[in-house]
T-cell receptor
């Protein structure tokens, strides 16, 4: 039973560029949430996708957008990258029909130069 | 809105000593409570959770946490730590919403177990 997987593992971009991060949820899960973890901080909620729609959103600008595909996998897109976007981006999956626990992937380390 | 305060950013202890990592939360409604552990350069792993029922919850590797509603706390304890417990520990809360819960995390406590 595969857990949550994310790609790529590491990514280096320059300011102003755009980036796409990918996540495959744990088998049987239909909900994907994205979190940003800056160095030395706890993860911050970006948004959550369920049934291919954004269900909840945290306090992040519109430069952060996402998508969920029919197979429940998800993408996180960030446009016009800033130095402050450098962080570990974590994907978590859960079962959207009332479960309680989110399972996290290993994360994508994004460095913006 | 919910918030989580982890009172200690770093906790150094010696191997086989007991440890307590403190967590307090703020919420006007009932919450679920979680502890996650993060090893260097890895994602988060669920350690234990409180949803309802018994206020004392345990993990398979010897950690336990007790939900105290009056003190709005969910402290994590282990009676005897190992070198392998060295990691960062995050306390988190979510509000039950029928499946659309988001997690609100504390800033983390870095536990270092020394020989």
């Amino acid at each position: 039973d595969a857990g949550v997987t994310q790609s790529p593992t590491h990514l280096i971009k320059t300011r102003g560029q755009q980036v796409t991060l990918r996540c495959s949820p744990k088998s049987g899960h239909d909900t994907v949430s994205w979190y940003q973890q800056a160095l030395g901080q706890g993860p911050q909620f970006i948004f959550q996708y369920y049934e291919e729609e954004e269900r909840q959103r945290g306090n992040f600008p519109d430069r952060f957008s996402g998508h969920q595909f029919p197979n429940y996998s998800s993408e996180l897109n960030v446009n016009a990258l800033l130095l402050g976007d450098s962080a570990l981006y974590l994907c978590a999956s859960s079962l959207g029909s009332g479960t309680d626990t989110q399972y996290f992937g290993p994360g994508t380390r994004l460095t913006v130069l | 809105a919910q918030s989580v305060t982890q009172l200690d950013s770093q906790v150094p202890v010696f191997e086989e000593a007991p440890v307590e990592l403190r967590c307090n939360y703020s919420s006007s409604v009932s919450v679920y409570l979680f502890w996650y552990v993060q090893y260097p350069n890895q994602g988060l792993q669920l350690l234990l959770k409180y949803l309802s029922g018994s206020t004392l919850v345990e993990s398979i590797n010897g950690f336990e946490a007790e939900f105290n509603k009056s003190q709005t706390s969910f402290h994590l304890r282990k009676p005897s730590v190992h070198i392998s417990d060295t990691a960062e520990y995050f306390c988190a809360v979510s509000v039950p919403q029928g499946g659309s819960e988001k997690l609100v995390f504390g800033k983390g406590t870095k536990l270092t177990v020394n020989p």
